[in-house]
């Protein structure tokens, strides 16, 4: 027999829920019969799978050790990376392994969320199995800092609320806690948070405008195409932009996020002319070749810097409502910026 207590990051989900976390090799069906024979129950009662769980229920498993080991995934034992060698890295069973380990840095912390500045050049999440993206990198700051119990991540998984592409930087919001999660993952769904951007494009601009088009996903070639009127298949976006400062041939811009869809800001301002230095996809390829000789470039210089709170936040986020958090922008776009005299 086992006993579960209903931790904070437990409560809210319905049990049925939580139990196919924990007996995540149990089919719903044995699941079901458990609890019909008593064989699973709440606080001491019988139970159908659909209460809403508590902080502090207790949920009794009367079965044995080997049965719920059988239709239990291990969970991991140790951090999510060696760190006795940062540049090599050993698979953990049920979080990953690393060829290198990249940092990221953080802006905020609390006991909900975490807002950190992902480096261009790491996913935000994971494409293939093998792959480390900045979840699993949380994941082990998280464990290796004692902030989050190895045995929590059979029912509950901190994880990114919003995603940027692999060679785009800057912030990125995780949920440490379930509360936290689902507050941050509305407001990113709702667009009621604001995210702002820089980057540098080719050509003069001189004014700030509101554009809007239609975007079109090729999901084989991994592109989007924009459109200026409604196609099959197509999306509906609309990108804002403000130029900071030019030297004639380049402009630096605030670009703000109205539609949020894949490579968005890089295709919308490409489709009008002013591609993104750097961009491999979207981009001049002379004019990168030439950027990537003089600077060492290598990706697109585009930098999500600044997050805005939506006001009215619900608990436990309450104390974020209207917050803006900003995330410096990397040495080589920096770098880039006073070459090029902006």
């Not at 437990?10 to 609890?35: C, I, P, S, T, V």
């Amino acid at each position: 027999m086992q006993t579960l207590i209903v931790t904070p990051n437990e409560a809210g989900q319905r049990m049925d829920k939580l139990l196919a976390k924990y007996l995540n090799q149990a089919g719903k069906g044995f699941l079901y019969k458990m609890m019909r024979k008593k064989n699973i129950t709440l606080n001491g009662r019988k139970c159908d799978g659909s209460e809403r769980l508590v902080i502090g229920d207790a949920i009794q498993l009367f079965l044995s050790d080997e049965t719920i080991e059988i239709f239990s995934s291990p969970v991991p034992t140790s951090p999510a990376f060696e760190t006795r060698a940062p540049a090599k890295c050993r698979p953990v069973t049920g979080i990953s392994h690393c060829a290198d380990r990249k940092r990221f840095d953080i802006i905020y912390e609390d006991s909900h969320i975490l807002v950190v500045n992902k480096p261009s050049g790491m996913l935000s999440q994971k494409a293939k199995e093998r792959d480390v993206a900045l979840n699993e990198h949380i994941l082990n700051y998280l464990i290796e800092s004692g902030r989050l119990p190895v045995s929590q991540l059979r029912t509950f998984r901190p994880s990114i609320c919003n995603r940027l592409d692999r060679n785009t930087s800057g912030l990125v919001v995780a949920g440490k806690s379930l509360a936290g999660l689902q507050v941050m993952n509305q407001v990113f769904k709702d667009r009621s948070i604001h995210k702002y951007y820089q980057c540098i494009v080719s050509g003069k601009v001189e004014k700030k405008q509101l554009i809007a088009g239609f975007l079109k996903k090729d999901g084989t070639a991994n592109t989007v195409t924009v459109y200026p009127l409604e196609t099959e298949n197509s999306v509906p976006i609309m990108t804002e932009y403000l130029p900071l400062s030019g030297n004639g041939t380049c402009t630096l811009l605030q670009v703000t996020l109205i539609t949020g869809r894949s490579h968005q800001i890089r295709a919308h301002l490409a489709s009008i002319g002013h591609p993104i230095l750097g961009d491999c996809k979207y981009g001049s390829r002379s004019l990168n070749e030439a950027m990537k000789v003089k600077y060492g470039l290598r990706s697109q210089l585009l930098h999500s810097w600044k997050l805005v709170m939506p006001e009215g936040l619900s608990l436990p986020l309450a104390h974020l409502s209207g917050r803006e958090f900003t995330a410096p922008l990397p040495e080589l776009f920096r770098r880039v910026m006073q070459g090029e005299n902006l």
